[in-house]
């Protein structure tokens, strides 16, 4: 154990560290990795085998996830009151992103003591950077849907009309299902897919989400997913007459005329009103 360090302020550093590639750390956060008296750590064995590569030994590590957060806040106020460097790292990128963080972080900047951000990799900024997408207008990041099935088609639905690109981790078990609703959901629309950021099997796909859906029906997904789903866009990729062809083929394929223009409707943010009037009349004629 670290002796006190009484005449000092007691410091917490939120570390970022490599989401895959290992050499993807800055100098600053191997430099606050040396320095530290305390480790938090979202998973030690990944965190220990970081330090080992890079050859930093004797430090303390306490591991520090969702579910023990609470119960080691008062364990990080002695450490800081004592004066110790306390570094706070996640199992991959920024802490507090779509990890644990927050309220420790919201608990020291109460107790009146500094916590120093240490910048670094992110999954999140990695993945945006080759998405080849506009992004000067903003986006939405949602991290990772929920579990249940009911809430996630509940946000869905709140999404569908939502006109800036949405960003979601996506963990493999759930990826297929999650592909499948928002289909079902958002309508076909354009996603970029990023699976393995940094690593060996690094690969960024565009697709269609229906696409994207019937391939991963015949192919299992592994590994680490991150996606970005198209905004609704005002403006419909098809013609008046495309849209009204499309209608008359969802009715042969067994849509009642009125579910079929529901669906022509909300899929490319017409007026269902409206658009069931030109069909009638295209019906008529």
């Given at each position: 154990?670290c ?5 000092g302020?007691g410091?917490?550093y ?8 290992l ?6 956060a191997?430099e606050?990795?040396k ?6 750590c979202?998973?030690?064995r990944?965190?220990r ?8 030994s004797?430090?303390?590590?306490r591991?520090?996830y969702?579910?023990?957060e609470a119960?080691?806040v ?6 800081l009151r004592?004066g110790w460097?306390?570094a706070?790292?996640s199992e991959a990128g920024t802490p507090?992103?779509?990890d644990?963080?927050a309220l ?6 109460k107790a009146?003591?500094?916590?120093v951000?240490?910048?670094g ?6 993945f945006l950077?080759?998405?080849g997408?506009?992004l ?7 991290g990772?849907p929920?579990?249940?099935k009911t809430?996630?088609k509940?946000?869905l639905q ?10 979601f981790f ?8 999650f ?12 996603v970029v897919?990023?699976h393995?950021l ?7 796909r ?5 696409e994207?859906a ?7 997904p592994?590994?680490?997913y ?5 905004g609704?866009s005002?403006?419909p990729?098809?013609?008046m ?7 008359e083929d ?12 529901k669906?022509m409707?909300r ?6 009103k ?5 069909a009638?009349?295209r019906k008529?004629d």
């Amino acid at each position: 154990m670290c002796a006190d360090r009484a005449g000092g302020k007691g410091l917490l550093y939120v570390v970022a560290t490599p989401i895959g590639n290992l050499r993807d750390i800055t100098l600053r956060a191997l430099e606050v990795l040396k320095e530290a008296d305390l480790i938090l750590c979202e998973d030690t064995r990944t965190t220990r085998k970081l330090l080992t590569y890079y050859q930093i030994s004797g430090k303390r590590l306490r591991s520090f996830y969702k579910d023990n957060e609470a119960q080691r806040v008062p364990e990080v106020l002695e450490a800081l009151r004592r004066g110790w460097k306390v570094a706070l790292v996640s199992e991959a990128g920024t802490p507090g992103i779509s990890d644990p963080g927050a309220l420790l972080v919201r608990e020291v900047r109460k107790a009146a003591f500094a916590v120093v951000p240490v910048p670094g990799p992110s999954a999140l900024t990695t993945f945006l950077s080759v998405s080849g997408q506009d992004l000067s207008g903003g986006f939405m990041f949602l991290g990772f849907p929920p579990a249940r099935k009911t809430e996630r088609k509940k946000l869905l639905q709140q999404l569908r009309d939502y006109p800036y690109p949405m960003v979601f981790f996506v963990p493999p078990h759930r990826l297929r299902t999650f592909l499948r609703e928002a289909l079902e959901i958002l309508g076909d629309r354009s996603v970029v897919l990023g699976h393995e950021l940094t690593k060996m099997h690094e690969e960024v796909r565009s697709f269609s989400l229906r696409e994207a859906a019937e391939y991963f029906e015949t192919t299992a997904p592994k590994g680490e997913y991150i996606l970005l789903l198209e905004g609704r866009s005002n403006e419909p990729d098809l013609s008046m007459a495309e849209i009204l062809a499309a209608i008359e083929d969802l009715r042969r394929k067994g849509y009642p005329l009125k579910e079929a223009v529901k669906e022509m409707a909300r899929r490319y943010g017409l007026s269902t009103k409206e658009l069931y009037a030109l069909a009638l009349r295209r019906k008529r004629d």
